[in-house]
Every structure is written in C-alpha cells, then in structure tokens.
C-alpha cells in the first residue's frame, strides 16, 4: 500500500471509529490515537521524507487531506457531545418540585398567642415589661426589702449587685401600675425570665411567664376566680375546674396557689401524682405596700395578681413530660406542634 493509501486507510478508519464515540473520554482516546504527535496520522506523516518529492507532494497533499478532514470530525463530534449533555441536564418539567421549607411558630410562642388571646378576649391589655431588672423592681418594690428571708423563693441571677436578670414577671406590675395609675387596669405581662436552677423534668434556667394584673375598686379574690376560671375552661376545656390552695407570696396578702383539675378530671393518673389536680399559678391579692409602690391608695382600690408558666400550660395542654424537650430545638419534637 503506498503511503497515500495508508493515510487514506487511516482517515477512514478514524472516521468509522468516531462514529461509536458517545463520551468526552472516547473522544480524548481518539484523538490521542489519530491526531496526537505520537498518533497514527503523525506516524505515517514521518514517513514523507522517505518518499521521492513527486511522491511526497501527493502524499503531503493526502496527509493535510486527512488532518484537515479528522480535525473538523473532531470538532464536529465535539459540539454534538456537549449538546447532548446540555439536553440531558436541562430542566424536566415532569419531574416532581422541591417544597420549599416552611417556619412555624415555635410551641412557646403558639402557647403564649392562645393566653394573651383568651385574656384580651377578657379585656385584659398586653403589656411587656423589662428581661432585665433592678433588683429594687424585681424584689424591693415588691415587698422584699434586701435580706427578706423569702428572696430564697427564687435562686436569682445577677448581672451585677443591684442588676437582675428578672426572676418572674412580678417586676412588671410596679412598671404597668405606674404606668397607668390613677385609673383602674387590666393588664397581663408575658415574658422571658431567668433562675439559677438546676435544669430538670419541670425546671428550665429559661422559661416565659404571663404575669396577669387587675386593679381598681370592688376587685376581690372571687374575681381572680372568675377570671381564672374562664381562661382555664378557654385553654383546657370547658369541663376543668379551679381551685385555691393558701400560700405565701409578700407581694400577694392573700396569697393562693392556683390548681385546675388534671386531664384525667380527678380521677387521679401520673402527671397529677393522684391528686387530680395540678398546680398552675401563683396569686393573691396585691399587697398594699405593693399597691402604694405602684401609686395608688390601697384604701380606695384592691387588685388582683397572678403569675404562671407558659411552658407548664403547653406541656398540660400537649401532654409533655420533660420542659427539657421545649428548647433543645429538636426539629422532630417541634414540628409536632407546627
Ligand atoms: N411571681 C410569682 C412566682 O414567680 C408568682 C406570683 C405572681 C404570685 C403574682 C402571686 C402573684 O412564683
């Protein structure tokens, strides 16, 4: 075969050859193999300079024939890949969408919307107060003078001597009294407050509060009942009832502790320990020092508190055993509530 048909030979074979490349791989193979320096198409190439010039110049001819015709193969093999590629990885509109994710509300703050919703419903206003309190707010106005034995009640911590980070919502009645005194209101302060505790089943070092408030003329503890047991009925289910146990707040004289009777209605079950009531607030009536600190005269208006955990309210009316569960942001615990 003479080198002209050789070079034939080769183009013809390259060319059957490209014709069963389908990846950008092959088709680096084959152009290594045809096209390279070391290909078969240089190979042959190299053999010119033994041929006569006569032979040389049909054989050239045949040489630049067949690179320039496996060169435009190439690219043309080149282009059809990558529109193949590009066809394949286009967007299919059969195909299923991607949900976007979607945030809800957190189960605290679901729980702290449903409270603040059945006590305006009440006629009661939302008033926030500070996170961060004098200790004359969060103790001294509210008739715990410094070295009252009862600030053990509430293991507190300080963001310096006379600074607290608030250890109930309690605080907030001076600010909303003085904020509204003479005339008689109606106020509940939700919020964040802050304990030194040891973190347990029932105990958070974090937890929110609703503090409730009611001062004017005529207020009695049967007042507090009333109210309280239209929220609880509102919250829990019209068939719960409320009762009040003596207790011990100085801010509060009477003081009570708050009880609803437990899902299981008195029967007595685990989270009730058998009792069929479960404890869900402090209260009392406000304290007449109290009521002077907030600048009105207790001898013309009376006033009722309360104060109860909004976690505690979540956790009876979803039945969750450990408070541990309401801020370990575990998506699976939370999306239950969402
Ligand atoms: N502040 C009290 C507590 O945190 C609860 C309370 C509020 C009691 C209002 C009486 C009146 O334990």
């Keep these: 075969m003479s080198l002209p048909e050789q070079i034939l030979a080769i183009q013809n074979g390259a060319l059957d050859h490209l014709s ?17 320096r070391k290909g078969e198409l240089a190979a042959a190439i190299s053999r010119l300079a033994d041929l006569t010039p006569e032979e040389r110049r049909s054989a050239g001819q045949a040489a630049n024939h067949a690179k320039a015709a496996l060169h435009d193969a190439l690219s043309a093999k080149s282009a059809d890949l990558k529109a193949v590629a590009q066809r ?16 809800g509300l957190h189960l605290t703050r679901q729980t702290l919307y449903e409270i603040t ?23 001294g106005l509210l008739n715990l003078p410094p070295d009252h034995p009862a600030r053990d009640m509430w293991d507190t911590m300080y ?3 006379d600074v607290v980070l608030r250890t109930h919502t309690s605080p907030g009645q001076i600010r909303a009294m003085r904020h509204f005194n003479p005339e008689p209101l109606r106020v509940i302060l939700p919020g964040k407050c802050h304990r030194y505790e040891a973190v347990d089943a029932s105990h958070e070092s974090m937890f929110y509060q609703v503090e409730g408030l009611a001062v004017g003329e005529g207020i009695t503890l049967a007042s507090l009942k009333g109210v309280f047991e239209a929220f609880t009925q509102q919250m829990f289910g019209a068939d719960r009832r409320v009762r009040f146990r003596g207790s011990y707040f100085p801010f509060t004289e009477p003081s009570v502790e708050i009880d609803i009777t437990c899902n299981c209605l008195g029967a007595g079950c685990a989270v009730c320990k058998g009792t069929g009531w479960l404890e869900v607030s402090g209260g009392g009536m406000v304290h007449p020092t109290v009521l002077r600190n907030g600048g009105y005269d207790p001898d013309i208006v009376s006033g ?8 505690r309210n979540a956790m009876l009316r979803h039945g969750i055993d450990d408070i541990r569960h309401v801020y370990a942001n575990d998506l699976r615990f939370l999306k239950q509530f969402t």
Excluded: H
């Excluded at 069963?20 to 193979?29: A, F, I, K, P, R």
């Excluded at 009722?304 to 976690?311: H, I, S």
């Design 88 to 103: 394949d990885s286009a967007l299919d509109v059969t195909l299923p969408g991607i949900a976007p994710v979607v945030g």
């Design 304 to 311: 009722f508190a309360f104060g109860m955990g909004v976690e």
């Design 117 to 139: 919703r059945i006590f305006m419903g009440m006629g009661f206003k939302v008033f926030e107060t500070n996170e961060v309190e004098s200790d004359e707010y969060n103790f």
């Design 20 to 36: 069963t490349v389908d990846t950008t791989q092959e088709l680096e193979d084959w152009r290594v193999q045809y096209l390279s």
């Design 159 to 161: 963001v310096s001597d």
